[in-house]
């Protein structure tokens, strides 16, 4: 593995957090010996530290100065005072070679930069590559998608240990910075669309006379059945709704009803609108 004997520290026990955490130890890319946490929710440290025998270290300090990657996954609220309790610390020394990781929405890598950077030589900073990732919620149950851009420190090796994690919970694809609004637009907001959709349909299903969770095992099955239908086929998604469109059938009237509803544009505004809005965040 590329980064198997590294020591890895989360700046954070959230749900992200800890679903990386699972996910890094049931694939076997990290020993739990080598993880290590720090929460200002002790009872949150306490329960993973019992769940997967990670190490808990007592201050954001003293887990920066062990971890040779160093995971940022607290909330975009408190990000700037996580960063400031970082770097005013007594342990905040570059020794050797330091990955940061952000998890945070719409924290831009000149952000992090200002912060983390302020205090280093031009040395200790080429020896401290950054990278963001926009990950979504699917990679709580190891289906996520994420989008990964760093800095200009960062090189192949490293790019391939943040792969290497990002893998253990689903898929990744590397970008430049200027492309993570849209990919925060499309896939990081993106299982929220697909869960409108579900629970329409459901809403729907129960109008024209289905129980509730009949309606919602059909809606199920039906989403995860058309995913696995595009992936096995490699067929676009116009090719394959196509062919399940018969002239003159019950799909085509469908199809029809949404298009007259603008259901299309609707989402592409739902998309625009969430890029418009990681754009403001980033400014802030």
Known sequence: MPCSDKKIG???????????????????????????????????????KSRHGIQTIETMGRLFSVSDIFVLAVKPQVFDQVLASIVSGDDYKIKGRK???????????KKIEAALYAPLSDSQRANFPIMRVMPNTPALVSEG??????????????KACVKAILGAMGESLEFDETDMDAVTAVSGSGPAYVFYVMESMIKAGVDIG?????????VTQTFK?????????????EALR????????????????????????????AVKAACARSKELMAL
């Open 10 to 48: 989360f700046a954070g026990a959230g749900a992200m957090g800890a679903a990386i955490i699972g996910s890094l130890i049931k694939a076997g890319i990290f020993d739990p010996s080598s993880i290590f946490i720090h929460d200002i929710d002790a009872g949150r440290m306490d329960d993973l």
């Open 99 to 109: 990955l940061a990781v952000s998890i945070a929405a719409g924290v831009s890598l």
């Open 145 to 158: 998608m994420s989008g990964v851009c760093g800095n200009r420190h960062v090189t192949d090796p490293d």
């Open 210 to 218: 289905l129980k509730r969770e009949d309606a919602a095992t059909l």
């Open 225 to 237: 059945g058309a995913v696995a239908l595009m992936e096995k086929s490699g067929e676009t998604p």
């Open 242 to 269: 196509a062919k399940v469109t018969s002239p003159g059938g019950t799909t085509e009237a469908a199809v029809a009803a949404l298009n007259r509803g603008g259901v299309d544009a609707g989402i592409g505004e």
